[in-house]
Each structure stands twice: as structure tokens, then as C-alpha cells.
């Protein structure tokens, strides 16, 4: 019997989803892209060779995993060339085995520019990559979609209008440069080999996989905390990152998932600007990052690091649904005297902590929960019985292999 799922982050993104996605990916037919662009960075080690995908589903690199990117993600066409090309540089093959919704809205290189000039004012810390304009116009119905690359007039028609508009905002609101619309016309045309080989209504392909009961997952990208609704707003994203974008995102109702597995570090961490309240300042906060080598996959900005907040996390929880808690980067934490959590808030929105000693040995590699130090078994089954909902996957390193299964 098929089996759908849906993995998610359930903190501010970068918990470690690519190598779970990929882990989960050998029993399944097709890995589905919902929502977020080129600004997700999905980190896979495979025979020791490590793969950023940042649009590709993370199952791209299993041969006969289908790759499904859905309507509610914003597709740059330059971004998607330059992945695809440096994935079958090391002899990926995505001939007959990527999807491509003609909905999806294209960011355009004037998203990019309005992303960047305008974050100088805003100072949200996003990622550059035009994520929030493209969603902006999605929404204000002028968005530019893959599927018009089909229709040189139209494309031209819906390019001179959007850019037109960008350019005013350029010009009028931030004194930037213009974009000449024949050179993005241009630049489109280009990656118009993308639309005539992977151009797809996502929503039929999946609805037929259904019919013949293969099973498919749903990869999401950023965390639950960076959701444009339920995140920390205005720091957050322009997506739904959370459980519910998989059915605007792809065009499956809500029952269509039988299983949610949200990931969360075993500690926390953010990108970019905004509240982290248990963030560290301390040389604890600095292991962290260190041990856990903690820099932004797409920009390669150090991450803030800090302890687990289990409020966050059972809310998290909650919020998607979660019947499956998978607990990534154990061995980080190996060689720490100390580990705390926060287990709720002060009056001031202060976290208390509740300590653990650490277990100060070597977990990474540990594929079986009986061989984990009984400190980290410990801490592992408090973190479950607060967020009610059972841990079925800690990670203890990047490979694949490095992976406990607990059933
Ligand atoms: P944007 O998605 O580029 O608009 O950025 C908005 C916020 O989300 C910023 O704080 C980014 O650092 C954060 N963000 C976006 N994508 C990711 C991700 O994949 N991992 C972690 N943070 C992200």
C-alpha cells in the first residue's frame, strides 16, 4: 500500500532535511517541491560527496525518484539551468523524471534587484534571491508563470508590463538601475528548453501516481517558524512553509499525507534577523557552531546558535500535524558538559531552561538507539514526552548511514 509524506522543518529551516528527504527517498516513487524557491539550501552527503540542492527535490539523487516542482514554489529559470547542469555534470540524468508546474510564478532578475535594494532598508537579512517580490506579484496576479513560456506573445505582453512596473519601483523608490526588457525577454528565452522538456500540470501527474498507488513525498524547504503566517512575522519568509502549503503548493487536499515528519536540530539555529530567544552569546553558542559547522548553505552566512526551545517545538508540532519527530545533528552536542532546553516562557518572554548533563563521548556514526550513552537516551525521551509525539529518526552525522531508525 502507497504510503504519502510529507517532511518538514520545524524550526527557522537548515534542520537537516535533504539527507532525511533522501534517506526516506529509496522506497518512493516522486519528492514534491511545495513552496520557497532557490533560497532553500538542502545539504546531501553521498560516498562521501556533498550536494547543495537548492530547487531540485532532494530526491533527485536516486535514479528512479520522479522530482516534482509544484505551483506554490517560485522558480528562477537561471537558478534551476545552473543546478540541473552541475547535477548531470556528476552524471544525474533528469530525462523523463522532472515536473515542472506551469503555474509556478518565475522570479525574474528585477525580483532579485528589488529583493536586495529593498532589504538594505528593511533589514530583514533575507537571502537576496527575490523570494519576496516574486511572491508579492504572485499574489497581485501579475506574476509572470513558467507555463507562459509556452506563449511567446504573452510572455512578451506579461514581461513588459511586470518589468515596466519593477523598473518604477527601481527608479522611483530606491534611484537603481533599469532592466531593459528585451535582455530579460532574452535571458527567458534562453531557459526556455526548461518549459518544452519539464512543463507539467503537476496536479494530473500526481493524481495518475495515485491511481497506481505509488507513494510520494513532500520535501518542504525554510521551517515552521519562518511561515509567512504561523512564523515569526515579520522575520520570517514569504511562503507557507508549514503543513498546509502542501495542498496550495501542489494541489493535493489535506488527507492526502498519512505521515508528517517535522525535523528539528537537537539544538536550534537561525539565519538572518529576528527573535531567537534562546539564542547563546556565550562559548556555548560558539561550539555550536563550530561543531556543527554552521553556515547558511545558500549564502554561506554563519548561523545563530542557541539552545533546543521545546514551547517552539511542541507548537511546531501542533501546527503541522507531526506524527513523526526526526531528531537531526545528536552528535554535535557530544562535547558538551551541559546541554539545556527551554521548557517555557517568564513573564518578560524570558526562557526557562531545564539542564541535562551531557554524555561526553562519541555518537557520531551511531546507527542503533540501544548503543547511544544512556545521557543522550535521556535526553532524547524528555524531549518526547514534552512534545507528545514520538521520535522515530535521530541523525548522528551527514551520511547516510549515520541515521537511527527507531520503530
Ligand atoms: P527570503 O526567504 O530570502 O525572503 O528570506 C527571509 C528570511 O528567511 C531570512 O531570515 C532568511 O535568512 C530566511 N531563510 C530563507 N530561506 C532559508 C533557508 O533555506 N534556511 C534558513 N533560513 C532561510
Known sequence: MSINTLVLGLQWGDEGKGKIVDALSKDIHAVCRFQGGHNAGHTIKVNNQQTVLHLCPSGALHPNVQCVIGNGVVLSLEALDKELKGLEDLGVS???????????SLILP??????????????IGTTGRGIGPAYEDKVARRAVRFGDLGNIDILKDKVTTLVNYHNKILTNLYGAENFAIDEVLETLNKYKYLYDNYSSDVQDVIYAWSKEDKSILFEGAQGSLLDIDHGTYPYVTSSNTTAGGVSTGTGVGPKFIDKIVGISKAYATRVGEGP????????????LADRGHEFGATTGRPRRCGWLDLVALKKAVFLNSVTDLCLTKLDVLDAFKSIDVCTAYDEDDLPIFKSFPGWMSETEGISEFDQLPENAKSYIKFIESFIECSISIVS??????QTIYIS
Open 94 to 104: 533528469f530525462k523523463n523524471r522532472m515536473h515542472i508546474s506551469n503555474a509556478c
Open 276 to 287: 531567537f530567544l534562546t539564542e547563546l552569546f556565550d562559548e556555548n553558542g560558539s561550539m
Open 110 to 123: 528585477s525580483h532579485i534587484a528589488i529583493d536586495k535594494v529593498r532589504d538594505k532598508e528593511e533589514s
Open 396 to 401: 548522528t552525522g551527514p551520511s547516510r548511514e
